[in-house]
């Protein structure tokens, strides 16, 4: 599947990926890196589905957690996903983005923070389960870890300043004066 993967001929490589997911999944970590994209081309040309695709990446990434562990860094991914093919599950994708986030800190990827402070944003409108002194809490961790990508991951700085960007504009309504002075 790999040369196929390479060559982006994503529809041929999928066939024979699956033959190695299930005959020998703890072979290659590439397994598990590469499946997500097969499967994110199948969702966009095959909207209908897109449900069906969802439940296989989700357990592309649990497979991935039970072969090669590193289940922090795999549940922010699993989480962006989970949010961005079916934003109606954004308490799970919150759950999920949150314990990444907490684990990874400084590391954490910036779709992975831009996605836990939308799914936060979610979950804090819908239920009580998480209160505005929780997203203002939240807002602190994430900057703190946007800043500090910007200074010290020159590579992907652009993407932590896209996120902060979102970010920005998704805390915007909690950020009333009172509320600002309390927290600092």
């Keep these: 599947y790999r040369n196929e993967y390479k060559?982006?001929?994503?529809?041929?490589?999928?066939?024979s990926w699956r033959k190695v997911f299930n005959e020998c999944p703890s072979y290659n970590q590439n397994t598990f890196a590469n499946g997500p994209k097969l499967y994110h081309e199948r969702i966009k040309k095959d909207k209908e589905n897109q449900l069906i695709y969802l439940d296989t990446l989700m357990m592309i990434y649990d497979a991935r957690i039970e072969y090669f562990e590193r289940r922090e860094y795999v549940l922010g991914k699993k989480g962006v996903d989970l949010l961005k093919y079916n934003p109606s599950r954004f308490a799970e994708a919150y759950a999920m983005l949150k314990v990444s986030v907490d684990a990874l800190g400084n590391s954490t990827d910036a779709t992975v923070i831009d996605s836990y402070f939308k799914a936060l944003d979610n979950v804090q409108q819908s239920t009580e389960e998480v209160t505005k002194q929780d997203v203002l809490d939240a807002y602190v961790v994430v900057s703190d870890i946007i800043?500090?990508?910007?200074?010290?991951n020159v590579k992907n700085a652009k993407n932590y300043g896209v996120a902060r960007t979102k970010v920005e504009s998704r805390f915007a309504p909690y950020a009333s004066c009172e509320d600002l002075?309390?927290?600092f």
């Design 7 to 15: 060559q982006e001929n994503y529809e041929l490589a999928l066939v």
């Design 147 to 152: 800043s500090y990508n910007m200074t010290n």
């Design 181 to 183: 002075i309390k927290m």
